[in-house]
């Protein structure tokens, strides 16, 4: 009996605790990460965007037009100037919208609808909006409106898109508000990986970069002194009427004067 109790203690012993070794663990595969939304990626692209210093050209194409070359600088300091060939008196005036440490300027710039030196005039203060009748609007994708894109709740509409002969990732922007002043153009946008805006597709027509950017100045100058004008507006001036010319004849303008003279 005592050899039978012998035998069965370490069977028993061997099923209780020791067992077939538990199966290894199977790694868990890291989950997939999601590509970033079209809104989350914008917004990245247009933080680089605002931090961007550089000189670049652009070229606005509008339709019935000849092209017009955009030129942009954004100083280390964070002063800009954008050159606007054409922003002004219905498309015959050039000028240049700048803003420093001391407001906000618009310049004209010698053409032919505006003949002679140039000449600037403080429109605002820093940061502050214009009046839109002297607001040319193609300085904005590269001053306000990229903090607009990074605005999360800004009531905007935003989706991958393509832009034919656009480098970089192109979005379509369309503003959701019914406000008569949205907070920028609705259109398309593209951007490089380091924030530069490689093309805009705006209702005044396509920008596109030309060339590579270069370094940025340390601050920007105007192009011409201050002055005491009316800043110019965008719409053309109301066309002169002719004079009309002046009567022959005699003094009620009838025809001429019949009346005989004194020493008839």
Not at 5 to 27: N, Q
Not at 64 to 79: F, H, L, N
Not at 138 to 150: A, G, Y
Request: charged share 15%; aromatic share 4%.
């Amino acid at each position: 009996m005592l050899g039978v109790l012998l035998l069965v203690g370490p069977l028993l012993s061997t099923g209780c605790g020791g067992g077939a070794p538990a199966p290894a663990a199977t790694p868990t595969k890291p989950a997939a990460s999601r590509p970033p939304e079209a809104r989350d990626q914008l917004a990245a692209l247009a933080a680089a965007a605002q931090d961007r210093r550089l000189v670049a050209g652009y070229t606005l194409s509008t339709e019935g037009q000849p092209d017009r070359s955009i030129s942009v600088t954004k100083a280390t300091d964070g002063s800009w100037r954008v050159d606007i060939p054409g922003g002004a008196l219905g498309g015959t005036a050039d000028v240049s919208m700048a803003q420093t440490g001391a407001g906000t300027f618009q310049c004209s710039l010698p053409s032919a609808g505006q003949p002679g030196s140039p000449g600037c005039v403080r429109v605002a203060d820093p940061g502050q909006s214009l009046d839109a009748g002297i607001d040319p609007r193609m300085q904005h994708p590269f001053t306000d409106w990229p903090e607009v894109l990074t605005d999360r709740q800004a009531p905007l509409a935003i989706s991958t898109t393509t832009l034919p002969g656009a480098r970089g990732t192109c979005f379509a922007v369309e503003s959701t508000s019914a406000s008569v002043s949205p907070p920028l153009d609705s259109g398309i946008y593209c951007y490089a990986p380091d924030g530069t805006l490689t093309a805009a597709r705006l209702p005044a027509g396509t920008l596109t970069l030309t060339g590579t950017p270069t370094a940025p100045p340390a601050t920007v100058s105007l192009p011409g002194p201050l002055v005491d004008r009316e800043p110019l507006r965008i719409a053309a001036p109301p066309p002169v009427e002719p004079a009309e010319p002046a009567s022959e004849g005699g003094p009620d303008g009838g025809g001429p004067d019949d009346s005989p003279s004194p020493n008839e």
